[in-house]
């Protein structure tokens, strides 16, 4: 093996696991390594440095593993400017063009680094050599001779420390999805990252699923919402539907919320509850006139908290506010997200793994499912920052609004 390249890693590159990740990586795509260079950290907090020289058979074969450990933060030793080509026509990218992961990445130009902004996973990058900037691009949005980076070189992405990627707030769980953990404290730390952030001036972001509706924890999220602790709302048709259904019948799913049992007829309550709104134009104008009076949609347009709801191909109706378009609603999430601090994903897999491919890897993420492979599919695509709380929602949120009243008593 005579195709080499040496790497260097810097930062929390043990505590992380980071260098032993970037060794397997080399060794599982047929390549070998020496260590050039080693440096411990001598204290907790300071940075440990490798120099690994990377070989490979062929220069196919180094190209795919640099690509491999680039992703996890791993640098070319000797770098130049980043290469771009132009986009060969509309919604393509030029063949050898930069894949890019949701951690912070810096492009080389002109002999100096520069931020690529929104931190995105699965886009390319836009380099601007006019106004010397770096962007992030969907595929979707790339437009013919667009100058898309391609290659490796001139190309830096900074990994997550340790703290970042569980979050220090909840550095006392071994593991990241289980069922096994001491819900008190677990609500303590959440509320603590929703005080730190709305601190910080960062957006607080939360992703419904219908279960929201079915196991009557609307009214505690509502007080979220009235509160002033959220900033957007993403979902689709469904969560919306049977919060309306719920306000205009008392069902949800034809199923009474407060008996729990089914009401004759009950079954179209939610197709006549996406009617009443699409008479009235929309949620917002239903609330306007008068239509719609309750319910968490109701306290949502009320508190002017902005929504997102994406349409599918299973949706009834749908109502009037739902985007069926999935790139329009892609995008209308992409723009809400982008100054989020906090993520809650709140029982609803596909809208969160959605939501976590356009978040970048600081923003800390919290997923409340009864399903842990809710949490476990979202790291699985990539958001590895994802914090998994496996229990019942409405539970979680009556304890969440709690802490955040100060009804209950700190943890430390």
């Known amino acids: ?167 220090g707030a909840f550095e006392f769980m071994n593991s990241e999805v289980s069922s096994e953990k001491p819900k008190r404290l677990v609500v303590n730390r959440v509320a603590k990252l ?15 699923g219908p279960a929201i509706i079915h196991t009557g924890a609307a009214p505690a999220f509502a007080r979220l919402v009235k509160a002033g602790w959220i900033d957007v709302v993403f979902g689709g048709n469904a969560v919306a539907t049977h919060d309306i259904e719920s306000a205009f019948f008392g069902t949800s799913l034809g199923i009474n919320l407060e008996k729990g049992d089914s009401v004759e007829g009950g079954h179209e309550h939610h197709l006549r509850a996406i009617n009443k709104i699409r008479r009235a134009g929309g949620i917002r104008q239903a609330v306007e006139q008068g239509v719609l009076t309750k319910g968490l949609f109701y306290d949502i347009v009320k508190k002017d908290v902005p929504y997102v709801l994406a349409g599918s191909i299973r949706d009834d109706g749908p109502l009037p506010d739902v985007i069926t378009d999935t790139m329009v609603a892609q995008q209308s999430m992409r723009e809400h997200v982008r100054d989020a601090g906090l993520c809650l994903m709140l029982c609803s897999m596909l809208h969160s793994i959605a939501t976590g491919n356009l978040l970048a890897a600081e923003v800390h993420t919290v997923c409340v499912d009864i399903n842990p492979a809710a949490v476990t599919k979202l790291a699985d695509r990539g958001s590895f920052q994802t914090i998994g709380i496996v229990t019942d929602v409405g539970l979680f949120l009556d304890e969440l609004v709690a802490e955040l009243e100060g009804k209950h008593p700190a943890c430390d």
């Not at 929703?194 to 419904?208: E, F, H, P």
Request: aromatic share 6%.
């Open 194 to 208: 929703m005080r730190d952030n709305r601190a910080a001036g960062k957006r607080i972001v939360a992703v419904l």
């Open 1 to 167: 093996m005579s195709i080499y390249e040496d790497i260097r890693l810097e930062g929390q590159i043990i505590d992380s696991l980071l260098l032993p990740r970037v060794l397997d990586d080399i060794l599982e795509r047929g390549g070998e390594y020496r260590i050039l260079q080693f440096t411990i950290g001598v204290e907790k907090d300071d940075p440990s440095l490798a120099v690994v020289r990377v070989t490979a058979a062929d220069e196919a074969g180094l190209d795919e593993i640099l690509k491999a450990v680039q992703r996890r933060g791993a640098e070319l030793l000797e770098q130049g400017d980043a290469q771009t080509e132009p986009a060969p026509a509309d919604a393509v990218f030029p063949e050898a063009f930069y894949s890019t992961t949701n951690m912070d990445t810096f492009v080389r130009f002109n002999g100096r680094w520069i931020p690529v902004q929104w931190s995105e996973m699965d886009c390319g990058v836009l380099l601007d050599s006019t106004a010397g900037t770096a962007r992030t691009i969907p595929l979707i949005q790339v437009k013919a001779g667009d100058p898309i980076v391609v290659g490796h070189r001139g190309i830096r992405v900074i990994p997550l420390g340790r703290d970042q990627r569980v979050s």
